[in-house]
């Protein structure tokens, strides 16, 4: 079996192929891909695989971006950190789904619905994309967030967020206003929910909303420094390998 891997997190695309390899050792991962771009240029260019793992979120975009550009010809099972409406929506195209974080249980019975509707995702390899995206309110992502501090509850629009980060092991909202509010969900969690138009996940700890960024520069290692009209403790940097990604999301406004 030759399988792709979408997934612009290095570490969950390492987790999910030592499962891969683990659970079906006579598989062959040929590829493992970060974006959009990368991803169709791979797609337009080789042969189709025999199933394909897909995170929703890219860094550069949607996933479902990459079905408007090349032709899939085989199964697509999701990588998704969604709720069960989501899920529902995406098992009602016919295609599969595994949960972040990923588990053995979940990868296993993945591989056995897959395997099981052979014949069925040979006959239906394009989804309703439209009809996905309308069912699962990807375009617009989520409007706001409740939170609590100083015993009270407070609603924060996504509009009003500069940047969500990591501090202190927990994901902590920033508005532009320069106040600060924790929240449960882990920036994973956070950045599924929101909108991949409005913002980039930077690297492991910041995730910026686009109109919060002021100005980027080029960096040392072909690495971009980003500033942000909200002031951040560290230098926020982004690695070579999503520097055509960023600048893209950048543009395509």
């Not at 967030?145 to 500069?162: P, S």
Request: hydrophobic share 40%; glycine share 4%.
């Amino acid at each position: 079996m030759q399988i792709i891997i979408i997934e612009d997190e290095l570490k969950a695309a390492k987790s999910l192929a030592a499962m891969i390899t683990k659970l079906r050792p006579g598989a062959t991962i040929t590829a493992q891909l970060q974006s959009i771009e990368s991803a169709v240029s791979y797609l337009s260019q080789h042969q189709a695989p025999d199933l394909i793992f897909m995170d929703i979120q890219l860094s550069d975009g949607l996933c479902f971006e990459i079905f408007k550009s090349v032709k899939i010809q085989c199964p697509v099972v999701f990588c998704t950190a969604y709720g069960e409406y989501t899920m529902d929506a995406i098992k009602a195209n016919g295609i599969d789904y595994i949960l972040k974080p990923f588990s053995k249980e979940a990868l296993q019975e993945a591989f056995e619905k897959v395997e099981s509707f052979k014949n069925f995702f040979q006959q239906h390899t394009q989804p309703d994309l439209d009809g996905l995206l309308k069912k699962i309110g990807l375009d617009e992502g989520k409007k706001s967030f409740l939170v609590f501090k100083n015993n009270k509850y407070t609603t924060i629009q996504t509009e009003q967020i500069a940047y969500i980060y990591i501090k202190y092991e927990s994901s902590t909202i920033m508005t532009f206003q320069g106040q600060e509010y924790a929240i449960d969900q882990s920036l994973d969690q956070v950045q599924g929910l929101l909108s991949a138009r409005q913002f980039f996940r930077l690297n492991r700890q910041y995730l910026v909303n686009f109109a919060a960024v002021k100005e980027v520069e080029h960096y040392f290692a072909r690495k971009l420094l980003v500033k942000l009209t909200v002031p951040t403790a560290e230098k926020l940097l982004i690695g070579k390998e999503k520097t055509s990604s960023f600048l893209q999301w950048l543009e395509n406004r």
